[in-house]
C-alpha cells in the first residue's frame, strides 16, 4: 500500500505569515494528490486536486505543487478562516490513502 | 446543487451490524462513485472502500474485508454502507463523499454520521 507521509503534524502561524505543509509519498503517484480542509465537527472540503489545480471557489492564496513523491500545499497570507487541518489523500492506487493530517493553528 | 445527505447518528453494541444511508441528489446518480471515509475520535481520515452506483462494483479496504458491505438502490439514488461485527474501535463518523472517476477528488461530501459502539 502507498503511505502518505505528511509534516508538520502541526504547526502554530499569525495571520498573514506564508505556510506551507508537505506530503510525502512511499512510492511515485505522478500528479494524483489532493487536498482537503477540515474544520472541526466539519466534512472535509477540497481545495487543491491532481496535486496543483485550485479547487472552484477556493481563495487563490491556496496552491499546490509536486508530483512523483513530493507534494506541498501552500497558503500565501493565512486568513483566521484557515485555521483547520488539511490532509493529503492519494488518488494513484486503490487504496486512496490519506495523510495523517497537519492541524494549523493560532499562533 | 449536489447534496449528500446521511442518515442520523447510532448507537449500537458490540458484535451488532449498523447501515448508514447515503441519498444523493442534484446531479446525475450513476455518473459518479461514491466512497466512504471514516474518522475516528481525535483521528484522521480512513478510507472504507467505493461502489460504483452505475455497475454496483465495490471495492473495499483490506482492514474491512469480510466487515463491511456496499450496496447501492439507482430507484432511490442512495448508497448504504453496512459494518458488522462492531467493536469499540469502530466508533466514529462515516462520511460517504462522491468522486468523479477513482483517480478523481473527493468534492462532495455528506454530513457524516456519528457510530457510537458502547456496552
Known amino acids: 500500500d502507498i503511505q502518505m507521509t505528511q509534516s508538520p503534524s502541526s504547526l502554530s502561524a499569525s495571520v498573514g505569515d506564508r505556510v506551507t505543509i508537505t506530503c510525502r509519498a512511499s512510492q511515485s503517484i505522478s500528479s494524483y494528490v489532493n487536498w482537503y480542509q477540515q474544520k472541526p465537527g466539519k466534512a472535509p472540503k477540497v481545495m487543491i486536486y491532481?496535486?496543483?489545480s485550485l479547487q472552484s471557489g477556493v481563495p487563490s492564496r491556496f496552491s499546490g505543487s509536486g508530483s512523483g513523491t513530493d507534494f506541498i500545499l501552500t497558503i500565501s497570507s493565512l486568513q483566521p478562516e484557515d485555521f483547520a487541518t488539511y490532509y493529503c489523500?492519494?488518488?494513484?492506487?486503490?487504496?486512496?490513502?490519506f495523510g495523517q493530517g497537519t492541524k494549523v493553528e493560532i499562533k | 446543487q449536489v447534496q449528500l445527505v446521511q442518515s442520523g447518528s447510532e448507537v449500537k453494541k458490540p458484535g451488532a451490524s449498523v447501515k448508514v444511508s447515503c441519498k444523493a441528489s442534484g446531479y446525475t446518480f450513476i455518473n459518479y462513485y461514491i466512497f466512504w471515509v471514516r474518522q475516528a475520535p481525535g483521528q484522521g481520515l480512513e478510507w472504507m472502500g467505493i461502489?460504483?452506483?452505475?455497475?454496483?462494483?465495490?471495492t473495499y479496504a483490506q482492514k474491512f474485508q469480510g466487515r463491511v458491505t456496499m450496496t447501492r438502490d439507482t430507484s432511490a439514488s442512495t448508497v448504504y454502507m453496512e459494518l458488522s461485527s462492531l467493536r469499540s474501535e469502530d466508533t466514529a463518523v462515516y462520511y460517504c463523499?462522491?468522486?468523479?472517476?477513482?483517480?478523481?477528488?473527493?468534492?462532495?461530501w455528506g454530513q457524516g454520521t456519528l457510530v457510537t459502539v458502547s456496552s
Open positions: 463523499a462522491r468522486a468523479y472517476s477513482t483517480s478523481s477528488e473527493l468534492d462532495y
Open positions: 489523500q492519494e488518488s494513484y492506487s486503490t487504496t486512496w490513502t
Open positions: 461502489i460504483n452506483p452505475s455497475g454496483d462494483s465495490t
Open positions: 491532481a496535486a496543483s
